[in-house]
Nanobody, 127 residues
Framework: QVQLVESGGGLAQPGGSLTLSCAAA????????VGWFRQAPGKEHEFVAA????????YYADAMKGRFTISRDNAKNTVDLQMNSLKPEDTAVYFC????????????????????WGQGTQVTVSS
C-alpha cells in the first residue's frame, strides 16, 4: 500500500510557474514508476508526465514538453513537477499516481496501469 499526497497547487498568472510535489508513504517508493495526470472541468483525464523508478528516464505529453519537468528524490519519497510558462489551458486538478507494472519503455506507462492515486491539487492559471 502506498499513500500519495499532492501539494503545491494554487493560482498562477499566464507565463508563470508552479512546482507540484507528490509525497509518498508506505512501501518502498523506489519500487514504483510515478506519473502526473490532470483533469480539467468537462474534460477527460489526461496524462502529463512519468518518471522511472530510479529517476533516469522521463516521458512527457507533447503539450508539456519543454515547459514541465518531472523529478524524484527517492531518499525523501517525493516526486516534483516543475511547471513553467503556464497557460490558462493548464488549469486542472493535478494528480500523482504510482505504478508497479513492468513495461518495456517509460512511454508505455502513458496508457498503462496505475495502482495508487493521490487526491489531487488544484492549479488555476489566470490573470
Amino acid at each position: 500500500q502506498v499513500q500519495l499526497v499532492e501539494s503545491g497547487g494554487g493560482l498562477a498568472q499566464p507565463g508563470g510557474s508552479l512546482t507540484l510535489s507528490c509525497a509518498a508513504a508506505g512501501r518502498v517508493f523506489s519500487m514504483y514508476v510515478v506519473g502526473w495526470f490532470r483533469q480539467a472541468p468537462g474534460k477527460e483525464h489526461e496524462f502529463v508526465a512519468a518518471i522511472s523508478r530510479g529517476g533516469v528516464n522521463t516521458y512527457y505529453a507533447d503539450a508539456m514538453k519543454g515547459r514541465f519537468t518531472i523529478s524524484r528524490d527517492n531518499a525523501k519519497n517525493t516526486v516534483d513537477l516543475q511547471m513553467n510558462s503556464l497557460k490558462p489551458e493548464d488549469t486542472a486538478v493535478y494528480f500523482c499516481a504510482a505504478s508497479d507494472a513492468i513495461y518495456a519503455s517509460i512511454s508505455n506507462y502513458r496508457q498503462g496501469q496505475w495502482r495508487y492515486w493521490g487526491q489531487g491539487t488544484q492549479v488555476t492559471v489566470s490573470s
